[in-house]
């Protein structure tokens, strides 16, 4: 849950799983470096796009200028090891793709809905059943809970404005209830019926 947006960040490597990274990365409005002597097809796309900057070599230590933070993932165990080992020294945040040892942070299994995002880790002991909750949770939370907290942000500033600050506790409890949220979804489906009549 880090916030990235405009933060230099960098990938080494530019296979399958580290294309899934790079997608990740852009998505959260990083200013994005691909290392790697080679790139797949999507990479090509989002450097000829102006999405990310793809330098095409094999890693060097000094690649790693400027950096927040890095994702290690060639398919080269001794590489990721030696990425790892030079963000260390430079203090720079780094995961090694399935390498726990060599991982400052984990990767969670992440539901999205809007602004409403929930993170699964087992802090790297099986991405399997992470990705397994993330599907069940997947299926418990649709797409109407974007619109509710969007909602809850509105009623969120209103209450911030104009409550006491004595009431504001108990009323931000209140519109986050599942009673709110059933009472909100019931409301939306009856605005949505009558405009279709």
């Known amino acids: 849950m880090l ?11 530019a296979g399958k799983v580290a294309a899934s990274k790079i997608k990740g990365l852009l998505a959260c409005g990083a200013r994005l470096t691909v290392v790697s002597p080679e790139a797949g097809k999507r990479i090509h796309a989002y450097a000829r ?31 990721n090891a030696a990425v790892f080992h030079s963000c260390q020294t430079r203090k720079i945040l780094c995961n090694s793709v399935d390498d726990p040892t060599h991982c400052d942070f984990f990767y969670p299994a992440v539901v999205r809905r809007g602004p409403l995002q929930i993170a699964i880790s087992t802090g790297g002991c099986s991405p399997a059943l992470a990705a397994r909750l993330r599907k069940d949770l997947s299926r418990e939370f649709g797409p109407e809970w974007s619109v509710f907290v969007e909602h809850l942000a509105d009623l969120r500033q209103q209450i911030l404005r104009t409550a006491l600050s004595s009431q504001r506790e108990r009323l931000l409890n209140k519109i986050a209830t599942p009673k709110a949220f059933r009472a909100f979804v ?9 405009r279709s009549l």
């Not at 916030?3 to 490597?13: A, D, N, P």
């Not at 999405?51 to 400027?66: A, E, H, T």
């Not at 019931?186 to 009558?194: C, G, L, N, P, V």
């Open 3 to 13: 916030k990235l947006s405009g933060r230099k960040c960098i990938v080494v490597g």
């Open 49 to 79: 796009a102006g999405q990310l900057v793809w330098r095409r070599k094999s890693f060097s230590p000094r690649d790693l200028g400027g950096a927040f933070l890095v994702i290690a993932a060639t398919d080269s165990p001794a590489v």
């Open 186 to 194: 019931r409301a939306r489906a009856s605005r949505t019926r009558t």
